[in-house]
């Protein structure tokens, strides 16, 4: 029994990983209707960032809160520069244009920072394992953390008149622009916030997988399963689907089907899912008029 | 004057400029034209179904793999000959490839991307995996040697197995090409479009939209199988890092570079994955993944159509200034 | 056979007389003035990381020409990038021996990357010298003999490891945790060669991809399987966290960790010093961070070396120390070599190398080769972690050789 709590935790702290870099794929989804594949790496090089900026001895507050700006600035750049041009052309095009961000990106990170893994401090003592043994406090803080953002997120895409306009202008381009609305700007600040997010799902995952360029590799697919399992229009949705499917990967591997096709069960379910409940557990069903 | 003498030219230059390699080349760029023909090869699978019906597949490079370890397993294990296991891999490629057409039907865009690409992440994991061990030799792969050229055509035309090879990749392409080429310029190469354009109308006007997409993921597997089965005899093993995501954001790199939904911009693209990073690493050899990115954003900005569609532009400017089109 | 063949070379060009003819190529890859070495590495994708061994290689390369070379020749080092893809090691080393006619090659990366080029080499006859992979067929003189690995191979660490085992513990319950790739595998190879029949009772095992974010799920399954040993054959970024997460579940088994991931600065420190008290390894290498060598001859000229030569190299990372000794070995065969920088007589003299000290390798472990045994260092010495540094015990131990 004690080891089935030990592998529920495990897929709990695990989700938590999830969920977070999961809200960053969300909000990218709400503010643009695209989903980045260099969303990985861009956190990963805010990350890395922030550590430059906590080794030249800045306090960890202070290196977060720069690293949040200096994110979401390369976000909204990144969507003026290189996403802008693009903007009307297939998706194809689109999908290219990630593609080629995750290259240049993540191969840029370690060019800089080199490819050795390095220890990134944690805000939370992370000392003593608590609860009992089941997580460490930094696991605990994390999850509070992801939280946080994703209740602010929240209240910030239902309850501002900004958040409002950000959706519409994802959602209906056109419409947005005839009742005002400054879509390219929009979409820049949205660019912006998720590169934001993704910074902080960055800082939040490093203490504990160890930071370096390679870290968000295999994050993301599965970051990718929870958001499409909770909805990808769904903030919340997709933050529950990234525990999910962190506690699923964790039993499967240990019960089910063995640790080497821990991967296979990842596709298994983003398939399953798409395929039986496209909009998610908790995302709503949109239908196309002809 | 008429178009048929001027068609005829161009196959007979397509042909010659094809051939020549085998004696202006010496072994080790032959074997780079090679590994640039089969990866044209496979481009032009993803092309049919990513390019011409609009279904983003960024999990080709599984196809490619099962290709390759058909054709290994049916000549190591089993001792075929390299020619019998092709039609055989095809077949098994085209299976697969419908299976995943099938669960494809529901879902769209970017989506579809996101399920292929777990696709292509999973598959080395797979094919490491126990159960298939035995067959598949595991991580440390499987040995293969190629076929050396027959005794009838080494007393007609002295061959290495180098020449041999790149032979046997030009003709299984060409006739690959040639079928390809002859499905698109047809009624379901229209279909194909029609969905790809405008899904709901044709679904409307009573196509079998169904079908017409698993064909199309089955065919799409079948190209891009072959080519992998041609790579594993090229390169003469085969282990399942030889797959991993990478490769289908090769192909992806390739199709759009090239030319998306276009026969030529697919040998364009299998030409630019294979030589442009070396191109890449000689400018920078500290970050070529960097230069390689930037010249795929850079041709994503320039040059959307691809390479192919930039051909297409120059010969209709050379064709309409001077002579106008024939009626 | 070879001496001669060169007398008939010496004298047909001594009787054409012609000066420019000494510029010309007298081996592959070798002038006058020059020898062209060869070699593959990740430069670039996911195992990047080893990227740093060949930037030492160059930084020695650049010493020894800058003290005047070998034979009175410069090396050129040349490296491309596989991105750890076995079609593009194909292609880059037919690259390097058919296009940039390199004289012979050098510290390749990786074992599936190697395994595609193995035959090619030695149908070639191209020296494929002291790859940098713990697998253990690459020491196979009468079926390959123009290959040959470095390091002690991780079957035999692993050996080493169940061995002692054996005798502390004689009825432990053992798990194991492997990547699920060539370089794990070897491990698990290695405990079933010294358990035979016994390995299905008394074994565990877990896997992990390099992919996995964390192996937190797999150390759980061993410790709830009742194991009292736990060995590891992962790579730094999960030995720290399988290092930390062992002692947080208050699990203290008798540990053993793969001698690729023990670096203190990379590894021991990111994991937490205190809680890899008790930690066993096995290695060939001095450590950057023990207080034993800080006064060390050997350690002093590699710290020299990385002053001047690479001076924003990462002290703590062991790739450094790894690459040195690479480094050296292949010199010493260089100078070895006189003035006959041919392919024949450069695999000549790589087998036969004399026991030989290397500045960053454990006191009493040698490098040396014997025409008909390729293992280059076939000894190791096991150490325990003591919470500030490594702390060897036992004597050397030779491997199976």
Redesign the interface.
């Known amino acids: 029994m004690e080891a089935f709590l030990l592998q529920l935790a495990a897929g709990i702290a695990t989700g938590g990983i999830y969920a977070s870099v999961a809200l960053a794929i969300v909000m990218i989804y709400q503010a643009t209707h695209?989903?980045n594949?260099a969303q990985g790496e861009m956190a990963t090089l805010s990350t890395f960032i922030a550590l430059t900026m906590i080794q030249a001895g800045l306090p960890y507050w202070v290196a977060f809160a720069g690293t949040l700006v200096v994110s979401f600035v390369m976000g909204a750049l990144v969507e003026r520069l290189?996403m802008r041009?693009?903007q009307h052309?297939p998706?194809?095009?689109h999908?290219?244009?990630y593609?080629?961000?995750?290259?240049?990106i993540?191969?840029?990170t370690?060019?800089v920072f080199g490819y050795t893994i390095q220890m990134f401090p944690s805000p939370f003592e992370g000392g003593k394992p608590m609860l009992g043994g089941l997580f460490s406090a930094h696991q605990l803080g994390s999850v509070a953390v992801t939280l946080a953002v994703l209740i602010l997120v929240y209240l910030f895409f239902t309850k501002t008149s900004l958040g409002l306009a950000m959706r519409a202008a994802a959602y209906n381009p056109r419409s947005a622009r005839l009742v005002g609305i400054r879509v390219d700007v929009m979409l820049a600040l949205g660019w912006g916030l998720a590169a934001a997010i993704g910074s902080v799902a960055g800082m939040m995952v490093a203490p504990i997988v160890f930071l370096d360029p390679n870290m968000m590799l295999g994050i993301l697919?599965y970051a990718?399963?929870g958001a499409?399992l909770g909805g990808i229009d769904n903030p919340p949705g997709a933050v529950m689907g990234g525990f999910l499917v962190g506690v699923l990967e964790n039993l499967a591997g240990a019960y089910v089907v063995g640790t080497?096709?821990?991967?296979?069960v990842?596709?298994v379910i983003?398939?399953g899912v798409?395929?039986l409940k496209?909009s998610g557990l908790f995302g709503r069903v949109v239908f196309?008029r002809? | 004057m008429n178009a048929l003498p001027a068609r005829f030219l161009l196959v007979v230059v397509g042909l010659a400029a094809a051939l020549a390699p085998l004696w202006a080349l010496?072994?080790?760029?032959l074997?780079?034209l090679t590994?640039a023909v089969i990866m044209s090869l496979a481009v032009l699978g993803l092309n049919i179904v990513?390019g011409y019906n609009g279904q983003?597949s960024?999990g080709h490079g599984a196809f490619f793999a099962i290709g390759a370890y058909v054709t290994s397993i049916l000549m190591a294990q089993a001792d075929w000959s390299f020619y019998a296991t092709l039609p055989f891999a095809a077949a098994i490629c085209g299976m697969v490839g419908y299976a995943v057409g099938l669960?494809a039907l529901?879902?769209g865009?970017?989506?579809l991307?996101?399920?292929t690409?777990?696709?292509a992440?999973?598959v080395p994991?797979?094919l490491?995996?126990?159960a298939l061990e035995a067959w598949t030799g595991?991580?440390?792969?499987l040995?293969l040697m190629k076929p050396d050229p027959p005794r009838w055509l080494t007393s007609v035309l002295p061959l290495n197995a180098d020449q041999y090879m790149y032979l046997n990749v030009l003709i299984v392409s060409g006739i690959c090409f040639l079928l390809a080429w002859n499905l698109i310029r047809g009624r379901i190469g229209r279909a194909l479009m029609a969905t790809r354009d405008h899904p709901?109308?044709a679904e409307?006007m009573g196509m079998d939209i169904a079908a017409l997409k698993t064909g199309a993921f089955a065919v799409s597997a079948m190209i891009t199988g072959v080519a992998g089965a041609l790579?594993a005899v090229a390169?003469?093993?085969v282990?399942?890092?030889?797959f991993?995501f990478?490769?289908s954001?090769t192909f992806?790199?390739g199709m759009?570079v090239g030319g998306?939904a276009s026969i030529l911009g697919s040998i364009f693209g299998g030409l630019f994955v294979l030589f442009v990073?070396n191109i890449a690493?000689s400018i920078s050899?500290?970050?070529?993944?960097?230069i390689?990115?930037?010249i795929?954003?850079v041709f994503?900005?320039v040059l959307?159509e691809g390479f192919a569609g930039l051909v297409r532009r120059l010969l209709a400017k050379l064709s309409s200034p001077e002579n106008p089109k024939p009626q | 056979m070879t001496i001669s063949r060169r007398l008939l070379l010496a004298g047909s060009a001594g009787a054409l007389a012609a000066p420019n003819i000494a510029a010309a190529q007298e081996a592959p890859g070798v002038t006058a003035t020059e020898i062209h070495i060869g070699s593959t590495n990740a430069?670039?994708?996911p195992v990047s990381s080893y990227s740093v061994i060949s930037r030492c290689l160059e930084a020695m390369f650049k010493r020894l020409n800058d003290e005047g070379g070998v034979g009175g020749r410069r090396v050129k080092f040349t490296v491309?990038?596989d991105?750890?893809?076995?079609?593009r090691t194909?292609?880059q080393t037919?690259?390097l021996?058919?296009?940039d006619r390199v004289a012979f090659l050098f510290n390749q990366l990786g074992?599936?990357?190697n395994?595609?080029v193995h035959?090619?080499v030695n149908q070639r006859s191209v020296p494929h010298l002291f790859l940098a992979t713990g697998a253990d067929k690459w020491a196979n003189p009468r079926e390959f003999p123009w290959t040959m690995g470095w390091q002690p191979s991780y079957r035999v660490e692993a050996q080493i490891y169940t061995k002692y085992v054996l005798e502390q513990r004689p009825n432990a319950k053992i798990a194991l945790l492997y990547q699920?790739?060539?370089f794990g595998?070897d491990y698990l190879h290695g405990v079933q060669d010294v358990l035979g029949d016994r390995f299905r009772t008394m074994v565990v095992t877990a896997t992990n991809?390099a992919?996995d974010p964390t192996i937190d799920s797999q150390i759980v399954q061993l410790q709830a399987a009742g194991a009292d040993v736990l060995i590891c054959g992962v790579v730094p970024r999960f030995a720290a966290q399988a290092i930390r997460r062992v002692h947080d579940i208050g699990w203290r088994p008798m540990m053993f960790m793969t001698n690729v991931s023990v670096s203190v600065g990379v590894v021991m420190q990111p994991a937490g010093v205190e809680k890899g008290v008790g930690l066993i390894t096995s290695d060939y290498r001095k450590d950057q961070s023990d207080p034993a060598w800080a006064q060390d001859a050997g350690m002093n000229e590699w710290r020299d070396f990385m002053r001047r030569y690479v001076p924003d190299g990462d002290l703590g990372d062991n790739n450094y120390t790894y690459g040195y000794g690479a480094g050296t070995t292949m010199i010493q065969v260089l100078r070895q070599c006189g003035n006959d920088f041919s392919r024949e007589n450069v695999m000549n003299q790589a087998r036969n190398i004399k026991p030989m000290e290397v500045a960053t390798l454990l006191p009493g472990i040698k490098v040396q080769t014997q025409p008909d045994n390729y293992n280059v260092i076939r000894q190791m010495q096991l150490q325990r972690w003591n919470g500030q540094s490594w702390e060897r015990f036992g004597n050397v131990i030779e491997g199976a050789g």
């Open positions: 695209h989903v594949f290189i041009p693009v052309a998706i194809l095009t999908v290219g244009v593609i080629g961000m995750l290259l240049i993540g191969n840029m370690g060019w697919l990718f399963a499409l080497d096709l821990k991967l296979t990842a596709l983003i398939i798409l395929v496209p196309t002809v | 010496e072994s080790f760029h074997f780079q590994l990513t983003i960024l669960p529901r879902l865009g970017l989506y991307a996101l399920v690409f777990s696709l992440v999973a994991q797979l490491k995996h126990k595991g991580v440390q792969g040995f709901t109308a409307a790579s390169v003469e093993f282990a399942p890092d030889s991993t990478l490769l954001i992806f790199v759009v998306v990073p690493e050899r500290a970050a070529p993944g960097v390689y990115g930037m795929l954003i994503l900005f959307p | 430069l670039s994708g491309y990038d991105a750890y893809q076995p079609p194909l292609e037919r690259r021996v058919e296009r074992t599936p990357t395994s595609a035959r090619y699920n790739d060539d595998r991809e992919t």
